[in-house]
């Protein structure tokens, strides 16, 4: 959903619905607050204006807060809003104004808090999805390392009212919660952009507990709390779901070709891929000289069976030239290299790689290069996904991958960034500006082989991220064919019906042009008008809402309650085009058997990979 800010001209479309993120400090930017609305489908506005954060129903108070900013007139005025009902969430409330209306203690600054442990028994509406352990008790440090971002404790006054629904490690609040009148004031002893932000971009101070294979949601829950609030305080809020089609899952294969026999076995996998429907990521090296690793296996064979994987549906990204194990120290390279004049080749020797070192390489080789290849080999396709050997990182990646034509990159994992949502990466070592790429954590992988024994285990994590609507991303290697590919199979089976399945290509379309997606509601009785506007074309964008609805009319697309009531699927939206709907508390309908029964546009016509 769009991401505002506040201005002359956004003011007027703005919807009274969306959450205002109120910056007092005139040079802090609120990405943590972007990011959530961005990944959750949540509208937002950012404004410096206390008047104008003040008219919507919840207001997040982003970046630390001093005396200066948090005055008496601004405190006052804070505490009329919440006593009209109104929603307020402070970030770091370290000065007394923020302290008084939050009805804490002053707070205790600490970096030695390593988890947050929110109280689900307390029944606040922010922890609904919080329903597994690993949701429950998040990872925000590590104490192994004793590093940690800092954090306050919140401690409530006696008689105030507020409460601790959360916990840090050591036992003090992480989130305190006070009525006030027909409203609240929530306070965070963690800033939500040390509890997202941070860790998306591999800042965070190892405080992952898995690298793979497990589910990790260090980084989720912090957002689907907010969101959560959202929908349970704000009267007819609606957010976009993070997958379409109503599903309650994405799920995304993709394969390393990056072997000899990989470029071999992969046509097996694309023809059973095929087959069930599966349309898969294939990130192809393109190995285009003899050396220590491999042969040129980017040859005319590697070549026309890059051609077959895209005829039988395989979306075709980079896996750089060399993958080589000193990727991370290549040069930056001039820009100039091109398939004629870039052949880097890996040779032995090197103190700082684990197998050989690169002749020849450069950083804008390996993207330029190998992007080109693929483009030149297979009729029609554009490469704009990118993911690095080893998943090794280079300290300029996503400079690169901008200046080379890339859009997605998935050279990181999980748990190690503590989310599977895509997001929009930071800049190189930057901490305050974003790059133009979209990152896609992946979430499972062929690290430990068997890999059908544990496909319990895999369906457990899957299972898990259903909760969330995770995005899934796996990553198989077609080193070989048995073990591997069933797996695969099994993984698909496990998840047919309930998850969208498809390759990163089409998710990555549906995710940029979801969070192009304007919403503007409005109210007469209990009827809310929903109009949708997406300037891109969208198929099966999924509208989630508080509580039952049904569909009392819908014009410029196909609209469809789910089975629960709680989300409305709809059609087509071409570029352009504002779809208006008409919704109804399901408690005020008939019956839930009146929901409106209007015909979707088949999943396999969007466009965008199998919905089986």
Known sequence: MSVRTVGAAAQSARDPRAVASLVLSPTYDPLGDRHIASDMGIPLFVTHDVAEALRQPMVIVAGELSGDEMTASVESAMRAYASAGGTLIINDPESMGAQDLAGIKPTVASQKRYEIHFDVASGDPGFAHLQAWQSQTI???????????????????????????????????????????????IAL???????????????????????????????????????????????????LDTVPDGMSGALIFTHDVDYSLSIINMVAYAKAEHAH?????????????NDQADSAFFDATGKANTVKVFSLGGDIASHTVAHARDYSQYPFGSGAETPANYHPKVVAGGSKVVKGRTLGGSLL?????????????????DVDAFRSGYLYIHPRQFEALTRSGYRFDSSYTAGNLLTVFPFRHLADGSYDHESAITEFPILITDSKTPMLPLVPDFDKVLDDEAVLHGVCVVLIHPDVVADKLPTELALYSHVKGRFWVGDMDAFGDFWLNRGRVQIATSFNGDLETVRVTSPAAISGLTLDVSSAVRVVSASGTDAVATQSGTSVVLGNLTSGQTATLVLEPLKHAAASGDILKRRLVPAHSFNMGSNL
């Open 365 to 381: 080789g390996e993207m330029l290069v190998s992007k080109a290849l693929l483009d030149g080999a297979v009729a029609g396709i």
């Open 139 to 185: 990872e925000i440090g590590n104490p192994k390392e004793d590093t940690a971002d800092v954090t306050q404790s919140l401690t409530p006054v006696a008689g105030s009212g507020a409460r601790a629904v959360a916990h840090f490690d050591d036992g003090t609040g992480a989130v305190s919660v006070r009525p006030i009148g027909r409203g609240r004031v």
């Open 189 to 239: 002893g963690a800033a939500l952009y040390d509890l997202v932000v941070i860790p998306q971009n591999n800042h965070a101070p190892d405080s992952f507990r898995w690298y793979d294979n497990h589910f990790e949601p260090s980084a989720d829950s912090p957002q689907f709390m907010v969101r959560d609030w959202y929908l349970a305080y704000v009267r007819g809020a609606i957010t």
């Open 277 to 289: 429907g599966i349309h898969a990521t294939y990130f192809i090296q393109t190995k285009n000289v």
